[in-house]
């Protein structure tokens, strides 16, 4: 069974950082990528960062040049990296592993930025 598993989340005040980190276990087919995602109450889910096998990352454009995604393959970990948090950031983070067969999310975790 595969399960990805979010932690890093909390509270932070605006202009600090946090790190997220998704712990993925499981047998899963070919992966073609990783990305983190985010949804914020009231609001449509929203793609934050992404990374491709070959090390391609992106970015949306409201968090280019404060976070980073990063994977550790030997620890079956993805990160989030984020820096200069803003109270919009704010939000629940998934973290997301697509394979050759299936879409895989993990539970989320939450993010409070607060002003």
């Known amino acids: 069974q595969v399960q990805l598993v979010e932690t890093g989340g909390g509270l932070v005040q605006a202009g600090g950082s946090l790190r997220l980190s998704c712990v993925y276990s499981?047998?899963?087919?070919?992966?073609?990528?990783m990305g983190w995602y985010r949804r914020a109450p009231g609001k449509q889910r929203e793609v934050v960062a992404t990374?491709?096998?070959?090390?391609?990352?992106s970015y949306a454009d409201s968090v280019q040049g404060r976070f980073s995604i990063s994977r550790d393959k030997a620890k079956n970990t993805v990160y989030l990296q984020m820096n200069s948090l803003k109270p919009e950031d704010s939000a629940v983070y998934y973290c997301?592993?697509?394979?050759?067969?299936?879409?895989?999310w993990g539970q989320g975790t939450q993010v409070s930025v607060s002003s």
């Open positions: 997301n592993i697509i394979s050759s067969l299936i879409n895989y």
């Open positions: 990374l491709t096998m070959l090390g391609t990352e």
């Open positions: 499981g047998n899963i087919e070919t992966i073609n990528g």
